[in-house]
C-alpha cells in the first residue's frame, strides 16, 4: 500500500471487483454475491461507504433505509483482517450514524453473529445494546444478535 491514511468515501459500481475480494477475505460464510453488491449499488435504497488505503480498498459498510421508516439498518461493515484493530470499523460505524443522523433516524439497528466477539465489542462501545437473539440466522446454522442504538431521547426500543 502506497499510503497509510484511511480515506473514506461513498462506493461506486466501480468498486464492485474491490468489494467482492475484501468480502472474500473477511467472511467465511454469508457472502454477498456480485448480483446482490450490484443491486446494493445501483438500485437499493442503501448508503454503501468503502476505507480505501492509497489504492486498495480495505473496508466497507452497507446502511438500508425504508421510505417512511425512522429506523437504519446496518446491513454489513466488512474490513480487511490483516487490519483489524486499526480503527477502520470504527471509521466506517461512525459514518453511518452521521448518515442516519443526517437522515432524521431515532435508531440504528444490526445483525451480529453471537461468536464474533470484536464486532461486538466495537458495537457495545459506540452504545449499541443486543435487544434480541436470532437462532440459526447465518447460513452455517449460526445463531446471531439483534443490535440497536438509539439516538434520540425520543425513541424507545
Known amino acids: ?65 425504508r421510505a417512511g421508516s425512522k429506523r437504519g439498518h446496518l446491513y454489513t461493515i466488512a474490513v480487511d483482517p490483516a487490519l483489524h484493530g486499526q480503527g477502520i470499523g470504527k471509521k466506517l460505524l461512525l459514518a453511518c450514524e452521521d448518515e442516519a443522523h443526517r437522515r432524521n433516524c431515532d435508531r440504528i439497528v444490526l445483525e451480529v453473529r453471537q461468536d464474533n466477539a470484536a464486532a461486538i465489542a466495537l458495537y457495545q462501545k459506540h452504545g449499541y445494546i443486543v435487544v434480541g437473539v436470532i437462532e440459526h440466522y447465518y447460513e452455517d446454522g449460526g445463531d446471531g444478535f439483534k443490535m440497536a442504538k438509539l439516538l434520540s431521547l425520543e425513541a424507545r426500543f
Open 1 to 65: 500500500m502506497e499510503s497509510t491514511v484511511a480515506e473514506l468515501r461513498q462506493a461506486s459500481i466501480d468498486d464492485l471487483e474491490d468489494l467482492l475480494r475484501l468480502e472474500e477475505r473477511a467472511f467465511i460464510s454469508d457472502r454477498f454475491s456480485r448480483a446482490q453488491y450490484r443491486y446494493l449499488l445501483l438500485r437499493a435504497n442503501a448508503t454503501s461507504l468503502v476505507v480505501t488505503i492509497g489504492d486498495e480498498l480495505v473496508g466497507t459498510a452497507i446502511m438500508l433505509w
